[in-house]
């Protein structure tokens, strides 16, 4: 079956610097996608990530790991907006996108 | 530019009842999609449309079939709906469905609740 993982829930401080992890096993791989969440309303697009390496947008950094089924987003100068579900999506051999259940970020002042 | 549009927002709907949530895009996007997403689960296809005049079933297309008449709309239909149809509903579009950084963008989402 495919299966995405990532943390249910994390807690950071304003400010500071924040890693979410997502492992994954997908029949086939065509990238990896990383949306946000605000409560009440709809994913918006962060990062896209379809070969080994880093990818850096400003505040908000993906890295991936092929080989490991591994990614992670990286948050830095964390500001209260941030407080947000991150979700990680998988595309697989059928182009389909198999999300994550999402990690509530909870930003603390 | 409106990009996605929904409707209605939210609606409460007896077991049993035959309902059609809307979908709209102005992007001009090839590939629409209707997600459900229930608490503690990831986002999970019903159906996917790569162009006008073709649909194919997601991961969940039990009780709903879709229709893609032209590019615009996508609309959701749920014959006769079961509590277990109730979630919150999101359309998304893509240009092309298929390869690259396809980003889809999402609608605000159709709250359901069937009773």
């Known amino acids: 079956g495919q299966n995405i993982d990532q943390p249910t829930e994390m807690t950071a401080t304003e400010g500071a610097i924040v890693q979410i992890n997502c492992t994954y096993q997908t029949s086939g791989f065509n990238g990896l996608f990383w949306y946000q969440q605000h409560a009440g309303e709809a994913p918006t697009f962060l990062s896209y990530n379809v070969l080994d390496g880093l990818e850096e947008k400003g505040r908000f950094s993906s890295f991936l790991s092929r080989s490991k089924g591994y990614s992670y987003l990286l948050l830095k100068e964390l500001q209260m907006k941030d407080s947000a579900s991150y979700l990680c999506a998988v595309r697989d051999s059928n182009y389909q996108l198999i999300w994550g259940a999402g990690t509530k970020l909870i930003i603390k002042p | 530019i409106a990009g996605i549009t929904q409707a209605p927002t939210s609606q409460i709907l007896a077991a049993g009842r035959r309902m059609t949530l809307r979908c709209t895009q102005d992007?001009?996007?090839?590939?629409m999609y209707w997600y459900r997403q229930d608490l503690g689960l990831g986002l999970r296809l019903i159906h996917y449309?790569?162009?006008?005049?073709?649909?194919g079933k997601g991961e969940v297309p039990d009780g709903y079939s879709v229709s893609r008449a032209n590019t615009d709309d996508f609309p959701l239909t749920l014959a006769s709906a079961v509590p277990s149809q109730t979630s919150v509903y999101f359309c998304?579009?893509?240009?092309?469905?298929?390869?690259?950084?396809?980003?889809?963008?999402f609608g605000p989402g159709t709250r359901l609740t069937v009773l």
């Open positions: 998304a579009s893509s240009d092309s469905g298929l390869a690259g950084a396809d980003t889809q963008y």
């Open positions: 449309s790569n162009t006008a005049g073709t649909t």
């Open positions: 992007m001009r996007h090839n590939a």
